[in-house]
């Protein structure tokens, strides 16, 4: 990808130089030598003196501001982009109402790991500088208090100088793993004093994070004596980078040890799923096949694999394996009182807290090319058989099918898939044919998300799809114009069946398990009377909108227009319509308590 690339769109007059220097611009400044590219955002006053200048001190480049709708979309756009280039981009966020629009895409960051840097305007602190009214309903005590429970780390300086140390302490913490979003509130007066040419920024290269954690020796041997001495290892890949390296280093391993391996959905592509050491289609949860192999097997290498002790009850009836496991992850290192995001707690054999990505190297020392495994057959490849095809209209399947075979041959990178998606469908090689799912289930994050990585991805070769679902979409959907006014390339379908369909299943399940009518399952859940209509919201916000499409035929049509408007560069939403159910797998799995609900 290219660095640099300014999307200038938004040119601004150049300021007459000279003049007062401000406590936003060296603010600013400091951004630029943290090469922040952009700053999304949604105006508010508290950060006037920022938003000042960023346009007229530093020329809205390096970094560029780029207008969302939401500041809910703002931060998803952010974790799109960091999701791809690894890197964080920062939001500015107005004072207390701006942050609460924001905190739901911010606890999807922090669930996915995401580096992003939150940036805050407040007050002025001192009241006697406030405006009457609105300074007084925008001013808040301690406003981190409402993400601290979801943030890696926040603040709120006091001087031009601390706030300086603020930003640079602030970006070292959300990159360093397990990444973050991270939040600095600054005082609107702060902004908006004058600063003397004599205040320095920190030298940005005596500041860098921390190499990733390399795992202990110690740990790295018993790990390799139990891999060594497995007959049926299992490698479960979840978080690890997103280098191509990494990648094959990985593949190298499983193969010297001719391991199995599981990947899901949850996480990007981490390994080929075409490989016959990859038996099993990846999904949201781990399916029949995979929870055969995590049954079947004697050791147990968890790649901070996301939710390992939910993984292993699904598997094995509530109970633990019988395999040695072993975990590496740094991700403790967030673990908080407030966020059960980490999940139920494993038991493990060799508890490792490292870089996954460093273990792997260090085990590659340790594994010999010639290990005994490596001589032994493949496994077979399981492949359960593509869900049945919906007797009217658009299957999730078939809508599956055509879209991998139609688009095979543009380098997709998926942005998103929804949650019916066949993982026989997921032909993955590459870090970024798939780059993962929203973190904490927080819905409306999808087409911000999507314009984000799309953004990221605009002078790659590759072609940014995001298939979301149409509640997903709706409420996120605004996001949209965001990558229409940037011209960002992006193809979004949308999967449409009407309905908050997951939430269906459950009022099903809810109804059968009181004996009550099940054919009530769709009310407060079906979107329709009138159906909205999708492919016309789209084009409101000058994307090109295709549908809506109820015949697979059709459709394929329609997708392949849309390739050539996306490489054209456009901005294009196609709505399919498609029969409102899931693969049977998947509904069992997604409604499912574990161990007294089957
Ligand atoms: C903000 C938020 N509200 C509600 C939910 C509960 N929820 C989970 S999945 C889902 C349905 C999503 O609908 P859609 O995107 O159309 O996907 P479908 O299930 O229909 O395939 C809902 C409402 C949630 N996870 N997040
Ligand atoms: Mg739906």
Avoid at 248 to 256: C, D, G, P, S
Avoid at 395 to 409: F, K, R, W
Avoid at 554 to 582: F, N, Q
């Amino acid at each position: 990808m290219k660095r640099d690339a300014r999307l200038a769109v938004d040119r601004p007059r150049p300021a007459t130089p000279g003049g007062s220097r401000w406590g936003s611009d060296a603010i600013a400044e400091l951004l630029r030598a943290l090469d922040i590219e952009f700053v999304a955002l949604c105006p508010g006053a508290s950060f006037r003196g920022l938003h000042d200048s960023l346009v007229n001190h530093l020329g809205n480049t390096r970094p560029e501001l780029l207008l969302a709708l939401h500041e809910e979309h703002a931060v998803a756009i952010a974790h799109g982009y960091a999701r791809v280039t690894g890197r964080p981009m920062a939001v500015a966020l107005h004072s207390n109402v701006g942050l609460m629009h924001a905190t739901m895409a911010i606890f999807n960051a922090w669930c996915d790991r995401i580096p992003v840097l939150l940036l805050g305007g407040v007050g002025p602190m001192d009241a006697m500088q406030r405006r009457p009214w609105v300074d007084w309903i925008h001013t808040a005590r301690d406003l981190g208090a409402l993400i601290r429970g979801y943030t890696k780390w926040d603040d709120q300086p006091a001087s031009v100088g601390a706030a300086l140390e603020a930003v640079m302490r602030a970006w070292q913490i959300a990159v360093t793993p397990p990444a973050g979003p991270v939040y600095v509130c600054f005082d609107a007066s702060l902004q908006e004093q004058v600063v003397g040419a004599d205040l320095r920024l920190p030298a940005v290269e005596r500041f860098r994070p921390a190499s990733p954690a390399v795992p202990p020796a110690d740990s790295v041997a018993r790990a390799a004596e139990a891999l060594r001495g497995a007959a049926r290892p299992l490698l479960m890949i979840g978080r690890v980078s997103a280098d191509r390296a990494d990648w094959r280093l990985r593949v190298e391993l499983a193969e010297r040890l001719n391991a199995r391996v599981l990947t899901d959905l949850k996480t990007r592509a981490s390994f080929p799923t075409q490989h016959p050491l990859h038996p099993c289609p990846p999904g949201i949860f781990v399916s029949g096949e995979g929870g055969a192999l995590i049954r079947d097997a004697d050791v147990i290498l968890c790649l901070d694999w996301i939710d390992p002790a939910g993984a292993f009850r699904l598997a094995c009836a509530g109970e633990w394996p019988r395999a040695t496991i072993i975990q590496c992850s740094v991700d403790q290192h967030c673990h908080n009182g407030w966020s059960m995001d980490y999940q139920a707690l494993p038991p493990v054999d060799i508890p490792i807290l490292a870089s996954p990505d460093a273990l792997v190297r260090a085990l590659l020392d340790a594994v010999p090319a010639q290990s005994s495994g490596a001589a032994a057959a493949a496994p077979a490849v399981v492949r359960p058989a593509a869900a049945p095809t919906a007797p009217d209209g658009v299957s999730i399947a078939d809508l599956a099918q055509v879209t991998i075979e139609a688009l095979a041959a543009h380098r997709p990178s998926y942005i998103r898939l929804p949650i019916g998606w066949p993982g026989e469908c997921c032909h993955f090689d590459d870090p970024l044919d798939y780059i993962g799912f929203d973190g904490g289930g927080g819905i409306g994050s999808g087409p911000g998300m999507a314009v984000g990585a799309a953004l990221a991805l605009r002078d790659s070769d590759r072609l940014p799809v995001a298939i979301l679902g149409d509640g997903d979409y709706l409420m996120g959907l605004t996001a949209i114009w965001t990558a229409v006014h940037y011209r960002v390339p992006l193809l979004v379908v949308v999967a449409n069946n009407h309905s908050f369909f997951n939430d269906e299943l459950h009022q099903e399940r809810t109804a059968r398990v009181r004996g009550r009518p099940v054919e009530n399952r769709w009310i407060g859940m079906r979107m329709s009377d009138p159906q909205p209509n999708l492919a016309r919201l789209a084009e409101g916000q000058g994307a090109i909108g295709l549908g809506p499409v109820d015949r697979i035929d059709d459709y394929s049509v329609m997708l392949a227009e849309a390739v050539g408007r996306v490489k054209a560069g456009a901005t294009c939403v196609i709505d399919v319509h498609v029969a409102p159910e899931y693969a049977r797998a998947v509904s069992s799995a997604v409604l499912r308590r574990i161990p007294d609900e089957r």
